[in-house]
């Protein structure tokens, strides 16, 4: 037992450093089985681990005991992603155990910066939905509200991304591979979940499913500690496995090979994350996937309900599920089955009560990204779950008919055709809310995708902006800032992110600015440094950083970014002796592996870097650094540095936008259109604090609609037609000059995105951006306007919210 000082209640109790010390050393010898002389960087990594985990351990006991006994409303957040990064640092700030511990460290001779290293990173997302569930799990602790979320525990997150010569290679994660400090193996927690097979009744109202697959869904558990430790909800994912470990008669006859084979079939199921930002592919195995983590994730609510309560019917009154997507969607029929099938109500009060529970949120309008499943894998995978989407469609339609409201009923059938069911119909027919992440978003959501079902349900559809947790993205990321903020204005931003703006007084103080340029400069040396290390590049530090960091994605348009570089590269050749404000264009992302086109985009960022870095016309004016295998802990690294945030997708397509928030928040400057919640951005941080160009989300669909003519455009823009030219007159691919037609055939002919159309305005006001760097104390200035200005964007707000206006729920504190 750790020596400690007793704390008032809710507070945070101190640990000493010589008692943290000694505690590493004991992990080190009794969990890790290692002497200090021989043990490795790996081996001190999971002994500090492991005391930090102690510390969070004793802190999740009273939490879930908290719980139970203020018998308050639970919330389940059912995530098909989590990308949680890593958790040490995370655990030791949000304890404020970070003076002992990295004086223990130094006491053992080891280095805090490199154990933290050690650990990889939990990838098991995509991009900015996965993302912000972990924030959303991280606020939850911090507010106190009693909440778990339920996901997978894939074997191998999002892909390795690596270059070969300049093209996109995919190589498998494998975060497990070397040991995982934070979770916990829970194999008594076990569900069944079956898949395939036969329905039969019996006359007296009992269904059998009689499944031709089974698997079981074993728990691992992670505790999430909240800021200041004062409460510590779970993440629960699910592992796929066996319901018998072997074929022993197989295996007995010598038959090795398919003596295992249930067990590998079971355990695909949490093998791999599927690695599509927007796209549901994978058809039969993701279903199952989706399948497996919400029937697995309803049987414990349920069993966790009943052990404080008896009546079913009830259920509503203590729980809360939100669906993360339309991936979980499948909880819909899931809860509908088990309240009818086992419960034995009837299906209109499953119905009722399924309503009551869950929620869903939209992420995307992009018709493609919108699940839809065909009706004959489903009822070949689901076949229960198939007669119940049949009923719930059925009698929605009829319900609706009575009502004789001016909606087509075409539009609200869930199953299409009788060909495919839409999820997001489903979603939205089972919940109680449906919300959207930006105000554009969920006001196009009313006008586009769900217009039919808003004038069904006027209220169902709320806006919840999307947030990112400041503790992550600001006091763990950012020292330097983080140290300034302490000084100037306490700690209390940390709690409620709104009080960031106390410190807007300072934009014009001398000294503060000089310590904020300081802290920034700090932070582009240490990335300069992470450049140099990762491609080998040497990048000046006092260059504008100009950070474009997100999935590759037509929409998100890294082409209208690459083509402004390729433009500014041919000015800068023409010029060389004209005063230019040097830049550094920075890239990180991945593009989905069977996504071609945005693979292609990767390999001309590639090609335009290597020319560019090596033409001795250009020097440090410009410099193109493509970061490879972008993931959270490189965010982390990059974030603090950059001065300019690229936010430029085609206005109407960006749901959200995450990154946006984390980069004004870090004090960068965003260049963007008015799409997401870049439009929520810009009027918090003043049309001063902000470089916005281009079409709008309704100027991007008169456009499309008239049909939009790219190539009059292309005619008649010097700068823009030069740098597609230079696309594919080989330039930059000069051993394959047909490499980038496609390309430009596509920017020529139809430029569904827009790139065209937006680029003169683009190119202008990044022209502007160039002028206004050349102020650094004016920039300096706006650059703490936005840090100060974004508070409002803290997932603790959005929390709230959700909280407030979907889930009915109160924090326990
Ligand atoms: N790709 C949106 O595109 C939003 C996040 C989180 C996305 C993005 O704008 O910020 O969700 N959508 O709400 C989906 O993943 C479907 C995303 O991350």
Redesign the pocket.
């Known amino acids: 037992m750790i020596e400690e000082a007793a704390g008032s209640a809710g507070q945070p109790r101190t640990l000493t450093a010589a008692a943290f010390r000694d505690a590493v050393r004991a992990k080190l010898a009794y969990a890790v089985g290692k002497d200090p002389s021989r043990a490795t960087a790996k081996d001190w990594s999971m002994a500090l681990s492991l005391a930090v985990r102690d510390q969070v351990v004793e802190r999740w006991f009273e939490s879930t005991k908290a719980s139970h006994a203020g018998q308050k409303k639970h919330v389940y957040y059912l995530s098909m992603e989590f990308l949680i990064g890593r958790l040490l640092n995370d655990a030791v700030c949000n304890l404020g155990i970070e003076s002992q511990v990295r004086s223990a460290c130094a006491e053992l001779g080891i280095d805090y910066q490199a154990q933290l290293e050690q650990e990889s990173d939990a990838a098991l997302g995509?991009?900015?939905?996965?993302?912000?569930a972990a924030c959303f799990l991280d606020s939850m602790s911090t507010l106190g509200i009693p909440a778990h979320g339920y996901g997978i525990r894939y074997d191998h997150g999002l892909f390795r991304q690596r270059f070969h010569d300049g093209w996109q290679v995919e190589e498998p994660e494998d975060w497990l591979v070397s040991g995982r400090a934070w979770e916990f193996e829970r194999a008594e927690m076990a569900y069944l979940v079956k898949f395939g097979g036969q329905i039969s009744f019996d006359g007296h109202g009992a269904t059998y499913w009689r499944a031709d697959e089974t698997v079981k869904a074993v728990a691992y558990d992670t505790p999430i500690a909240g800021w200041r430790g004062r409460h510590v909800n779970t993440l629960r994912l699910w592992a796929s496995r066996p319901v018998e470990v072997l074929d022993l008669g197989r295996f007995n006859h010598g038959d090795y090979m398919s003596a295992a084979e249930k067990t590998i079939r079971a355990e695909t199921i949490s093998r791999v994350l599927y690695p599509d930002?927007?796209t549901a592919e994978g058809k039969e195995l993701r279903l199952k996937q989706e399948y497996f983590f919400t029937s697995a994730s309803l049987q414990d609510i349920i069993r966790r309900y009943l052990e404080d309560n008896d009546d079913i019917r009830k259920l509503p009154d203590q729980v809360a599920i939100q669906m993360n997507?339309t991936h979980p969607a499948i909880a819909v029929a899931e809860l509908m089955r088990i309240l009818a099938d086992d419960y034995r109500l009837t299906f209109p009060e499953a119905f009722e009560i399924t309503r009551q529970c869950l929620s869903y949120?939209n992420?995307?309008l992009?018709p493609e990204?919108l699940e839809r499943w065909n009706t004959n894998l489903f009822r070949k995978v689901l076949p229960r779950h198939m007669q119940i989407i049949e009923w719930i469609d059925y009698h929605h339609l009829a319900e609706v008919q009575g009502r004789n409201l001016p909606v087509s009923l075409d539009a609200i059938r869930i199953i299409e055709w009788g060909s495919e069911i839409k999820m997001g119909s489903l979603a939205f027919v089972g919940s109680r809310r449906v919300n959207g992440?930006?105000a554009l978003?969920t006001e196009l959501m009313k006008q586009t995708v769900f217009k039919d079902y808003h004038v069904l349900y006027p209220d169902r559809i709320v806006n919840e902006t999307?947030g990112i947790t400041p503790r992550r993205w600001l006091y763990e990321c950012n020292p330097g800032l983080r140290a300034l903020l302490l000084e100037a204005i306490g700690d209390g931003w940390v709690d409620n992110l709104e009080r960031i703006e106390e410190a807007a007084k300072f934009a014009t103080d001398a000294s503060f600015r000089e310590k904020f340029a300081a802290a920034k400069k700090a932070n582009k040396v240490r990335l300069a440094a992470e450049i140099e290390r990762r491609i080998g590049l040497r990048v000046d530090p006092s260059a504008l950083f100009d950070v474009q960091i997100k999935?590759m994605?037509e929409y998100k348009r890294q082409l209208l970014n690459i083509l402004e570089t390729i433009a500014l590269y041919q000015a800068i050749r023409r010029g060389p002796g004209a005063e230019w404000t040097p830049r550094v264009k920075i890239f990180g992302g991945k593009a989905a592996p069977g996504y071609q086109i945005a693979k292609r985009i990767i390999k001309l960022a590639n090609d335009v870097a290597r020319v560019v870095n090596n033409d001795p016309i250009i020097g440090d004016r410009l410099k193109v650094a493509v970061l490879p295998n972008y993931n959270v802990s490189l965010a982390e690294v990059i974030i603090p540095a950059a001065d300019l945030s690229e936010q430029i997708s085609t206005a109407g397509m960006?749901?959200?936008?995450?990154g946006n928030m984390k980069l004004a928040l870090n004090g960068a400057l965003t260049i963007g259109t008015l799409d997401?919640?870049n439009v929520e951005i810009a009027e918090r941080v003043g049309p001063d604090n902000i470089y916005i160009f281009g079409l709008t989300a309704d100027d991007v669909a008169g456009l499309r609609q008239r049909g939009y003519n790219p190539n009059a455009t292309i005619d008649s823009d010097p700068t823009l037609k030069g740098a597609i030219d230079a696309m594919v007159n080989g330039t930059f691919s000069p051993d394959d000059h047909g490499r980038f037609n496609e390309v430009a055939d596509r920017l020529w002919h139809t430029d569904w995105f827009l790139v065209t159309a937006d680029f003169q305005s683009y190119f202008q006001t990044q022209r502007t951006v160039d002028l206004d760097y050349r102020d650094k104390n004016r920039w300096t200035e706006r650059s703490i306007l936005n840090t100060t200005k974004v508070g409002w964007f803290s997932s603790d707000r959005t929390i709230r919210g959700y909280s407030k206006d979907v889930w009915g729920v109160e924090p326990i504190f």
């Open positions: 995509n991009g900015g939905l996965g993302r912000l930002d927007t997507d949120t992420h995307t992009m990204a992440v930006s978003h999307n999935r994605h960006e749901a959200s936008g995450t997401g919640a």
